[in-house]
C-alpha cells in the first residue's frame, strides 16, 4: 500500500482566499483524522470520522474550517477564508479498528504544509 | 479532565540510555501509545502498551502502569538518528467512539 496520501504537499495563499487540502487514507482503514501542528500548539486533533461519518468536531477552531468525507477513500479540509494564522502543516492520519484491548496504530501522511500571506 | 504530560525536552550523548516519561489524567483508557517525529517528518508509530509491564522492540522498549497512570519510553545505545520529538497518546474510548488524546512532545538532542 502507498500510505496516506496528501495533497498538495505545500500550499501558499493569500489572506482570504479558500484553502482545499485532500487526503486519501490506506485502503480498509475505518478511522481518519485531520491534525494541525505549529510551534506554538503542537499538534492539534481537528475532526476526525469514523466509517467516512464526523464523529468529533470539536478541535476544529471555528466556522471557517470544514471537511468532508464523501467516500471511504477521500477526505477534504477547507479553510474559507484563509487567514495568517491558519499557517501550520497539516496532517491526515488514517487507521483501522482492531477492537480492544488492541495495538493502536495510527499511519499519518506526509502533511501539507500551509502558508497564508 | 484529560492530560498529558511529558518533558519539552531530553539532552543525552550517544551510545547512552535515555527515558522519556508520560503521566497522564483521562478517562475510559485503553492504553498508552508513542510515536516519533523527526523535523520536517511525519508522525511514525513506535509501541503501545495496553497492559502493565514493558514491551521491547529493539532498542526501544515501553514501559506502562495503569495503577500510576504513568508510561516512558527508553531508548538504548542511542545513534544520532535517534534526534526527534517523541510524543506520548492515550487511546481512550469517549461516548462508544475511539480517541486518541497527544501529549505535547518531547524533543531529543543527541550530543556526540
Known amino acids: 500500500d502507498a500510505g496516506v496520501i496528501q495533497s498538495p504537499r505545500h500550499e501558499v495563499t493569500e489572506m482570504g482566499q479558500e484553502v482545499t487540502l485532500r487526503c486519501k487514507p490506506i485502503?480498509?482503514?475505518?478511522?481518519l483524522f485531520w491534525y494541525r501542528q505549529t510551534m506554538m500548539r503542537g499538534l492539534e486533533l481537528l475532526i476526525y470520522?469514523?466509517?467516512?461519518?464526523?464523529?468529533?468536531d470539536s478541535g476544529m477552531p471555528e466556522d471557517r474550517f470544514s471537511a468532508k468525507m464523501p467516500n471511504a477513500s477521500f477526505s477534504t479540509l477547507k479553510i474559507q477564508p484563509s487567514e495568517p494564522r491558519d499557517s501550520a502543516v497539516y496532517f491526515c492520519a488514517s487507521t483501522l479498528d482492531r477492537g480492544t484491548p488492541s495495538t493502536d496504530t495510527q499511519y499519518f501522511g506526509p502533511g501539507t504544509r500551509l502558508t497564508v500571506l | 479532565g484529560q492530560s498529558l504530560e511529558q518533558p519539552s525536552e531530553v539532552t543525552a550523548v550517544e551510545g547512552a540510555i535515555v527515558q522519556i516519561n508520560c503521566t497522564y489524567q483521562t478517562s475510559g483508557f485503553y492504553g498508552l501509545s508513542w510515536y516519533q517525529q523527526h523535523d520536517g517528518g511525519a508522525p511514525t508509530f513506535l509501541s503501545y502498551?495496553?497492559l502493565d509491564g514493558l514491551e521491547e522492540t529493539g532498542r526501544f522498549s515501553s514501559f506502562l502502569s495503569r495503577s500510576d497512570s504513568y508510561g516512558y519510553l527508553l531508548l538504548q545505545e542511542l545513534q544520532m538518528k535517534d534526534s526527534a520529538s517523541y510524543f506520548c497518546a492515550v487511546r481512550e474510548w469517549k461516548d462508544s467512539n475511539y480517541q486518541l488524546i497527544w501529549g505535547a512532545g518531547t524533543k531529543l538532542i543527541i550530543k556526540p
Open positions: 485502503s480498509g482503514h475505518d478511522y
Open positions: 470520522f469514523n466509517n467516512n461519518v464526523p464523529i468529533d
Open positions: 502498551n495496553a
